[in-house]
């Protein structure tokens, strides 16, 4: 199995991030939903209407940050993801014809060479096939597991999608929870008699946490479950390419020679009993 650096990078850059944002979380929150519900409450005196980008960008604090880097994280796996799986990058067809012709020349070390090097998915299945000749039977085997390798690997790739989109709705929640505890925090302090304005305000703050995961799981689930089917769909065309290149390789099992029909035995000759004396007067 080839090792992946570029996708344990991106999970430790991914942790890194969300540790740091929610320690943002809890040393800025407090702050910010406080001045948050005190601008509410002095636009609403004004009559002045505040639109939603407004709420959400007014005042930006650890959860808000933390989802717009997984946004942005989320959107370059799922521009990757759609670019990297395709037919085209994924199994070339100029790779399978090449692959067929060093088969009918039987060029097998050119073949071993060219599939060492070429990344694409046949390539990558046949080469531990070939290095296996000429026991068709272990060649098969290396075959099918170099396949369940790669197509492990493409699902790991795409997994990420799939942890950011279950990730938003609860970074939402986390942020609604936050400003739900601040605003009912200064309605204590003010002795139960705060402006309704002022809470409204700060709950108003509060939930666009909520939209912002939500506006971030949504893409990502949805672009998880399409390139899912697409990973799927290649791979399996891949598995039936590689499958039958492999057969052009098979070596022609030679006819079973009839062994010579070996002579009749002869028939035992038959023993006769000799006759018994006559008896004696």
Known sequence: MRPNNSSKFRLILLAG?????????????????????GDA???????????????????????????????????????????KNRASV????????QIREMIGQRKFKELIEFTETD??????????ALK??????SMKEAMETAIGEQTAEQFRKIE?????????????????VLGMIYAFAAMQDAGGNANPAELAGGISVALAHTFLGLLLAVPCLAAFGIL????????????????????MIKPQEKPATASPARPAAAP???????PAPAPSV
């Open 17 to 37: 991030l969300m540790v740091g944002g929610l320690y943002l979380t809890g040393t800025t929150f407090g702050q910010d939903a406080a001045a948050a519900t």
């Open 41 to 83: 409450a002095a636009g609403e005196g004004s009559g002045r209407k505040t639109g939603l980008i407004d709420i959400i960008f007014h005042e930006i604090d650890g959860v808000t940050i933390t989802v717009g880097i997984l946004s942005i994280i989320g959107l370059t796996l799922i521009i990757q993801g759609f670019m």
């Open 90 to 97: 994924f199994m070339p067809e100029e790779t399978t014809n």
């Open 119 to 128: 990344p694409s998915f046949i390539s990558r299945a046949l080469n531990p």
């Open 132 to 137: 296996r000749a000429p026991s068709f039977s």
């Open 160 to 176: 990420y999608l799939n942890i950011i989109g279950n990730l938003g709705p609860l970074l939402g929640l986390l942020g609604t």
């Open 228 to 247: 899912r089917t697409i990973v799927d769909r290649l791979t399996v065309r891949g598995s039936l390419v590689a499958e039958e290149l492999l057969l």
């Open 268 to 274: 035992a000759p038959r023993k006769v009993p000799s």
